[in-house]
């Protein structure tokens, strides 16, 4: 509860103010030495912008506030938890290099305990009472849709790390993760490509809810687009916590037979498991139809009963396995801070793309107050417009205007260990589309030249 | 013998030779003689003196060809090492293929794949056999007809013998001539081969064109009579794996009922946290899973699975006389009051497993449960779920054992009609209460245990089952084993028969929206209590 009340900050922290000094004097010499400093650097600030920065640091050196609204308790938990823990990963490293303008970040942990509505209220307290700067959270749509009037309505500001359907353009949130056309169309058009094995047929099958709807909508639409014949597309949803998958596995026996079938799964959570056991166990191979996963990532298959797995395909933005210098410290760090401090699983955690994006999420947001000098949301939004980061899997980019991400899109091939290995790389980044071409060819996102979605 | 032996002499001298240093008089005349016996052993060895050394020739030179701009070049190298390489050249094709452009590594992949899988024809498992001849089937390679053919004539084993002979068949449908095509189509029928569909299809297609020539329209015609056949055969195989599908589910719903048949059944408790007894089960496979990785050598550890299961029943069963010494017990006769305190115990218990185990769980199916028996073509009927029909239906005749062979059933039988008399008559039902409930939980963990093999392990799991379980023992008639049996089939077969053509999502609809009508009509479900039970 400490962290939840509208402190007014406590300037006596013990690791700042030197022991055993009381609270009066401590602040007033605080205040002296602030004003040292003003003067010391005041001479500095002559040369350039940086006395601006300075006053900034002596006037309010208390810390800036960031809400994180991930699930640690219930369903979600399992994927949550993870990006929780990889915020406050982000947050000690900016903290250890100084903060950002030199204030600490001090993180608010709420439990919306995957409980929609409880989405809502936990965003409301973060904003209202907490008065955060800016929140990192959510994973599923419809925590999303649920926190999305709040942030609206109290011009908050949300960063949002996880690949989702698109069709959404809202002027508080950035999407860090995929929009529909940096993950589900260039993983089919990877499938219908001669490289990716020239796939005619495909059988879309998803969890019932909004992300697998939207996303085979999409899909269905660009099929058409493409000349692939309407009976060559099977479409099929399963109820959440779906176990039983005989039938399903049966149908999709009948649709492969004769080759040239792939299966797209937008299958989410518990049901990954059953549906690949299943799909195994009636003698259905990866060469027969792959399975193109949106949903399955590193952290979902690490202690998952692989071998039925194994060969199967899934697309994402970021993989554990990329070679990059920052990616093998990132993987490194992350796994270090889980262990030291006492995660469960510890260095057995990977990294995954969810990860990632809430990983340089945070410090896209730090970068942007650094710019704009405040941590206001609208000069940081302002600010946030095409940035760049060196991120994990390599540099990615902030659209100069519809709030979505340039990331590059991969393709890989689940491996014993639970690892992918890349089988195709887009070339560079992929410009973000939140209204995809197919399904809504004359809609854009534009909150520069536009008020966001417009007509073209 | 002995030249060899002699020539391998000398060879070792001759190194020695050059080594010291010798006069070049004295290593001519050795390597003279060396060469004279090495070009005489080789025409030995070889029936047709010159006829080896032009085809290892011919591979190197078709090797360093296919990576020739010319395509009609590679092509033919190509054709060059499919017929005469194997296996063996693949290390060499591996080296090119990382050094040559894009086009050349396309060119050189099937190549490499008919290869791979002409070596795994003769594999010793009988999988990598298969598989080898569906690829080569669908790859649609026609030099792999030969090989899948000579190694049709030589396989024992049923199925792959089968594949092997659909995937020549398949091949052969692409060939030139209308005959071998008619030969092929008629074939495929024969072998009810669902993977020609899509081939014979398209040949009717052809035949049914109004440029078709003549032998076009007789290929069309078998192509038409196989689809027939095969159409047909599909029917019947579909027919056999829905009844399957049915029974498959029906038993993985009785397995989960059955404690809750004992537990809300006999003694009329309504255990909300019935589910988290099937995850206590599944959990300890889990743990016990652990310690065979962790402690036992690994040639034992598909035992495990066995081991487990008395260790699921034990830990549930205790689990179970816990929760009812400590709570239970305090609300017999209180319906309500006990079904919000199981339910608060069950979120206790999920929690719990969800901070001590997160989720990092998952229980390896056993080798021998893994895979597929094929009884009929097209037909496959998973082992696991085989185990899971033939484990629900023991558990149902020793449960009526049990209840109704056993000294402990009869004096459970007469606590839960009339509690009172029982009492009267000496039983000590407080004990037997503990013992029932005991039962029942134990057979929850069992239930946790085999579904183990269909499902994760996490610590949602008893959730995702719970509301079916009471949906069966209610509709099958609160009280009557055999109502549960019953209705469990009946649930099971009807959503099998349903979502086939509605869907999963519709079939689940259907199926609640039937059962509510079906209690509707007969509020005590299917078998109803007869006479005065201890309740009324």
């Known amino acids: 509860m400490e962290t939840n009340k509208p402190d007014k900050v406590n300037p006596v922290e013990p690791d700042k103010v030197a022991a055993g ?31 601006n920065w300075a006053l900034s640091y002596a006037a309010d050196k208390e810390p800036i506030k960031i809400g994180i609204l991930h699930s640690l308790s219930g369903t979600m938990a399992i994927s949550e938890v993870s990006l929780r823990d990889t915020v406050m990963m982000a947050v000690e490293e900016i903290n250890a290099k100084g903060g950002v303008m030199g204030r600490m970040i001090k993180p608010v942990v709420v439990d919306p305990a995957s409980n929609w509505d409880l989405f809502a209220e936990k965003a409301k307290q973060l904003l209202l009472q907490d ?43 950035f999407y860090t993760g995929a929009a529909p056309n940096q993950q589900a169309v260039p993983a089919v058009d990877y499938l219908m490509s001669k490289e990716g094995g020239g796939f005619t047929k495909f059988y879309l099958l ?17 099929l058409l687009a493409k000349k692939v014949p309407a009976d060559s597309i099977m479409e099929e949803y399963t109820p959440f916590h779906h176990q039983d998958y005989q039938t399903i596995c049966g149908k999709l026996k009948k649709f492969a037979a004769g080759g040239g079938a792939a299966v797209i799964s937008t299958i989410n959570g518990d049901s990954n498991v059953p549906f690949y056991k299943e799909f195994a166990n009636q003698g259905l191979r990866a060469e027969d139809a792959p399975i193109m996963a949106f949903s399955v990532a590193e952290d979902e298959l690490r202690g998952m009963d692989t071998s039925a797995l194994v060969g199967h395909l899934a697309a994402w933005n970021y993989y554990q396995s990329v070679d990059t210098p920052q990616n093998k410290q990132f993987v490194a760090n992350f796994k270090a801070y889980c262990k030291k401090n006492n995660l469960p699983d510890g260095e057995k955690r990977v990294t995954d793309d969810p990860i990632e994006a809430a990983y340089f999420g945070v410090y896209i947001w730090k970068q942007a107050v650094e710019k704009a000098a405040s941590t206001e949301v609208d000069k940081v939004r302002k600010a946030v417009y095409g940035s760049k980061f060196l991120a994990p899997g390599g540099e990615i980019m902030m659209d100069a205007a519809n709030h979505h991400t340039y990331r590059p899109v991969l393709i890989g091939e689940i491996l014993a260990d639970g690892q992918f290995k890349v089988v195709s790389r887009s070339k560079g980044l992929v410009k973000p589309e939140p209204w995809s071409e197919y399904t809504n060819p004359d809609k854009g996102c534009d909150w520069v030249g536009h008020q966001g979605t417009y007509q073209k | 013998m002995s030249t060899s032996f002699v020539c391998l002499v000398e060879k070792r001298f001759t190194i020695m030779m050059i080594f010291l240093g010798r006069t070049a008089a004295t290593l001519s005349l050795i390597g003279l003689f060396l060469f004279s016996v090495q070009s005489w052993a080789i025409a030995g060895e070889a029936d047709e003196p010159g006829a080896t050394p032009p085809v290892v020739s011919s591979i190197e030179q078709a090797l360093s060809q296919v990576t020739s701009e010319d395509e009609s070049v590679r092509d033919a190298a190509i054709r060059t090492l499919v017929d005469q390489g194997d296996a063996g050249l693949l290390p060499r094709l591996e080296q090119i293929r990382a050094n040559a452009d894009r086009s050349t590594r396309q060119a050189i992949k099937p190549l490499m794949d008919s290869l791979k899988n002409r070596a795994n024809l003769t594999s010793p498992s009988t999988d990598v056999r298969r598989s080898a001849a569906t690829d080569l089937g669908s790859a649609g390679r026609v030099w792999a007809i030969p090989w899948l053919e000579a190694a049709a004539a030589n396989e024992p084993n049923k199925w792959v013998r ?34 020609g569909v899509t081939a014979l299809k398209k040949l009717v297609a052809v035949g049914e064109g109004t440029e078709a020539t003549e032998p076009e329209k007789v290929v069309a015609k078998a192509a038409g009579e196989a689809i027939q056949r095969i159409e047909n055969w599909g029917f019947w195989s579909n027919v056999i794996e829905t009844c399957f599908r049915g029974i498959s589910l029906s038993s993985v719903l009785l397995i989960m009922s059955l404690g809750l048949a004992i537990v809300f059944g006999l003694m009329g408790v309504i255990n909300m946290a019935h589910g988290e007894l099937m995850m206590v089960g599944a959990y300890a496979t889990f743990v016990t899973q652990q310690c065979f990785m962790a402690w036992f050598p690994s040639d034992v550890f598909d035992w495990y699975f066995i081991a487990a299961l008395p260790i699921a029943f034990l830990a549930a069963a205790s689990s179970g006389l816990l929760l009812e010494a400590t709570v239970i017990r305090f609300l017999y006769g209180r319906p309500l009051e006990t079904m919000l305190a199981t339910w608060g115990v069950s979120l206790v218990l999920m929690q719990a497993a969800r901070v001590y185990f997160g989720d990092l ?32 239906i023991v558990c149902v005749l020793a449960i009526y054992y049990t209840l109704f062979g056993s000294n402990l059933g009869i004096r459970v039988r007469a606590v839960t009609q009339n509690r009172n008399m029982s009492a009267c008559l000496g039983i000590p039902t407080r004990k037997v209460d503990s013992y029932t409930f005991a039962f029942g939980s134990g057979l929850a963990g069992i239930a946790g245990w085999a579904l183990t093999m269909v499902g994760n392990v996490d610590p949602g799991l008893g959730q995702n089952y719970i509301v079916d379980a009471f949906m069966v023992v209610v509709t099958g008639g609160v009280g009557k084993l055999a109502g549960t049996i019953v209705a469990s089939l009946g649930i099971g077969g009807l959503n099998k028969l349903i979502e086939p053509s509605f869907g999963a999502v519709y079939g689940k609809v259907f199926i609640l929206v039937l059962v509510i009508l079906f209690l509707q009509w007969r509020p005590s479900g299917l078998f109803a209590m007869k006479g005065r039970s201890a309740d009324s």
Not at chain 2, 362 to 391: D, K, S, T
């Open chain 2, 361 to 392: 769980t998952a229980v390896i199916a056993p080798g021998p449960l893994r895979g597929g028996a094929q009884v009929m073509i097209g037909v496959y009927l998973p082992y696991n779920r085989i185990f899971i029909i033939g484990l629900s």
């Open chain 2, 162 to 195: 089968y594949t092997m002979e659909e995937s020549a068949a398949l091949l052969r449908l692409a060939s030139d001539d209308p005959l071998v095509r008619t030969v092929a189509a008629a074939k495929l029928g024969e072998l009810c081969s669902q993977n």
């Open chain 1, 206 to 222: 998803g969890t019932d809810y909004v992300y697998p709807r939207t996303t085979n909508k999409i899909l269905r639409a660009m």
């Open chain 1, 21 to 51: 000094e009381q609270e009066g004097p401590s602040r007033r010499e605080l205040l002296v030495k602030g004003g040292k400093i003003v003067a010391g650097i005041g001479v500095a600030s002559l040369l350039g912008n940086l006395g």
């Open chain 1, 131 to 173: 008065k955060v700067s800016v929140v990192f959270g959510c994973w599923t749509s419809v925590s999303r849709k649920s926190v999305l009037p709040v942030f609206e309505k109290n011009n908050g500001l949300l960063f949002y790390p996880v690949q989702y359907e698109g069709e959404e353009c809202s002027r508080n949130v």
